[in-house]
């Protein structure tokens, strides 16, 4: 393909892009992974200059832009060499006017910067939140350790949290046979972290409430030496049904349930009052995850929040029921926005008095308002808020 080529290519997928942004529509990875399938000729050198190019795009603009050649435009204004690809060849595109909409800069919506810095998170923090994340591994110790596994690897790792190892962006490690194996799962550190802070012992009854397919369970099952009772539950049949397949090939022990929502006491009788430790790693906005899906920033609206606020609210209290006296119960989101952290916890503990905050203090973050936050800009590792309770 021509450099123009690429330019253009990137313009289609961006174009994709906005409209599944504006209509809820399928992730930027998914777009992009479809529209390669669909022209198999695009060699991989061509498909990584095109990904860089949309990514970037994405990164470079706050709000939706009007469209991909918009969006292209905005890179194109700070770099020549960008601008000289609108050349009007063949495939590439149509020649710069000077009257043409360019979409407008920065790193979110006004009302998400405002509500950021409501919750503490200056310039640096809002703009490290997209930047670009290195690929953290999970040794999986049911079946080796950290530096057996790196002694395995085939590129130079470096330690992170208890069992982590960091690798460059990009590295393919899912490719590898000690992926196969079981050995590591793909975890990012601050994911990693807050799993710690359920301190999940051997023998004990444990609940992963909002498991999904399972990244904190394994973990868990893993801190839990495959002894005592793990319970994975969600509502959504096709994430949990990849939780099956990933046990399997780390040779973790878990039981999963799937739950029906409105229903989901009914469906835990068996478990009231019952567990050791509940997780909750509630449904949020994931601001915190941006460095992955940077076009997420384009999809969130105050109503959005609001809706995730009330599903943290839901899930926190049909999970403090599972805790037994003296149990933990755990409140993660990957969010950085008080709404969905800080204020969550002061409404929950305001509902419930038989529950009092423990204070954490964890390898990596600070504390926040009762709870503790990790960052990118602060730990180099996704956005979260954990906050630890107990049942009195
Ligand atoms: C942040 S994701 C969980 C990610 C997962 N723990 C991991 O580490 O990969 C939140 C999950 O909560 C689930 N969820 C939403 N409402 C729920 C409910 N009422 N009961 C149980 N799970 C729920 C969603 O389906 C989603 O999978």
């Not at 809820?24 to 399938?37: K, T, V, Y």
């Not at 460059?168 to 490719?175: L, R």
Request: with cysteine; aromatic share 6%.
């Amino acid at each position: 393909m021509t450099p123009a080529a690429r330019v253009q290519a990137a313009i289609d997928i961006l174009d994709g892009v906005i409209a599944a942004a504006r209509g809820q529509g399928a992730s930027a990875d998914r777009l992009a992974a479809e529209w390669f399938r669909q022209r198999r000729f695009v060699g991989s050198k061509d498909r990584r200059a095109i990904r860089d190019l949309v990514w970037a795009a994405i990164r470079a603009c706050g709000e939706v832009p009007q469209s991909g050649r918009a969006a292209m435009l905005r890179l194109a204004q700070d770099d020549a060499e960008l601008a000289a690809r609108f050349d009007g060849s063949t495939y590439g595109p149509a020649p710069i006017r000077a009257d043409e909409a360019v979409a407008q800069g920065g790193a979110m919506p006004a009302w998400l910067a405002s509500a950021m810095a409501a919750s503490g998170l200056d310039g640096a923090e809002q703009a490290a939140l997209l930047g670009r994340a290195p690929l953290d591994l999970r040794a999986n110790t049911l079946k080796t350790d950290r530096e057996t596994l790196a002694a395995r690897l085939p590129v130079p790792a470096m330690p992170v949290g208890a069992h982590g190892l960091r690798l460059p962006v990009g590295t393919a490690a899912e490719s590898w046979p000690e992926f196969a194996e079981g050995l590591f799962e793909v975890q990012d550190a601050g994911s990693q972290i807050a799993c710690e802070a359920l301190g999940a012992r051997p023998g004990e009854s444990v609940v992963d409430f909002c498991a999904g397919a399972g990244g904190k369970t394994l973990a868990l099952a893993a801190a839990m030496r495959n002894t005592g009772r793990l319970l994975a539950c969600d509502i959504d049949r096709p994430r949990l049904s990849r939780l099956a397949p990933r046990a399997e090939r780390a040779g973790a022990l878990v039981e999963t349930r799937l739950l029906n929502p409105g229903q989901e006491a009914a469906m835990l009788a068996d478990w009231q009052g019952q567990a050791d430790a509940v997780l909750v790693d509630a449904p949020c906005s994931g601001t915190g995850t941006w460095r992955r899906n940077p076009e997420a920033r384009w999809r969130l609206s105050p109503a959005a929040i609001a809706r995730y606020q009330q599903m943290q609210a839901h899930v926190l209290d049909v999970a403090a029921a599972l805790v037994r006296p003296g149990g933990r119960l755990l409140f993660i989101t990957c969010s950085l926005i008080d709404a969905e952290g800080a204020d969550g916890l002061a409404a929950f503990t305001a509902r419930h008095p038989g529950f009092a905050v423990e204070p954490l203090t964890l390898s990596i973050g600070r504390s926040h308002r009762g709870g503790w936050r990790l960052s990118p800009y602060h730990d180099d590792t996704d956005g979260f808020f954990i906050a630890r309770l107990v049942r009195l």
